[in-house]
């Protein structure tokens, strides 16, 4: 057993629990040098914080799509990164709000925003979208509200369901590009310095903020971009539909 001085110390099973992979899985990543040795008592080796850190973080970027490979050349390039600060440069792009964004609500009164009947495919097709989840014949469960409702909202004002179902996967399609542009520059701007300097403790509270008050800015400038593009887009559009009626006219 650790002693008081080493209390916060577990073995490989608990370790293994905790990172939520197999021990057969810790011992492999402890045999390619993608974690530290543990300490050994006797026979018994004893892990710490930082093991189940770089574990989490291993699991965490193959759930990305990283080869163990890609991941595996990483770490033994910087093998004195912390991981739990990369873990927190990875998580805080998906920081939300910690009230639960899902939504419970009746099934007919989510048909009667969109004005469609109660058995409307429209239901099923969002739900496909991964949009909303049909918990039981009357219930409905809105996994992002803020897209079903407004979604609902444009078919009440006369966009066909089918169009709604084939402008959100578009959307999603051009928002993660421009998601995935924004993430690199930011990582190259803001996060490749702090790492170059040997993640000097005293900055990171200030790397965080940066990221932190750099989403809501990116969001703002995505909306009032849509926005004037959208505008164009509708007067370019009722241009040319003009045009069509004076030429039927001639």
Known sequence: MADAAHADEFTIDVLAERAGMTVRNVRAYSTRGLIAPPRLEGRTGYYSESHLQRLILIRTLLGRGFTLAAIEES???????????????????????????????????????????????????MSKLGLLELVDENTVKLIEPGVVRPGAAAVSKGLSPDSVVDIVPHMREHLEQISDRFVHHVSRDVVQPFLDAGLPQEEWPTVFEKIDQLIPIASQVVVAMFRSVLREAI?????????????QGQ
């Open 75 to 125: 770490i033994l390039k910087s093998p004195s990164t912390a991981a739990s600060v990369a873990l927190d440069l990875i998580n805080i792009f998906e920081a939300e709000s910690d009230e639960d964004p899902t939504e419970l609500i009746d099934r007919t009164e989510l048909a009667s925003l969109a004005g469609v009947a109660r058995d409307h495919e429209l239901l099923e097709q």
């Open 235 to 247: 007067e370019v559009e009722i241009g040319r539909k003009l045009e069509e009626l004076a030429e």
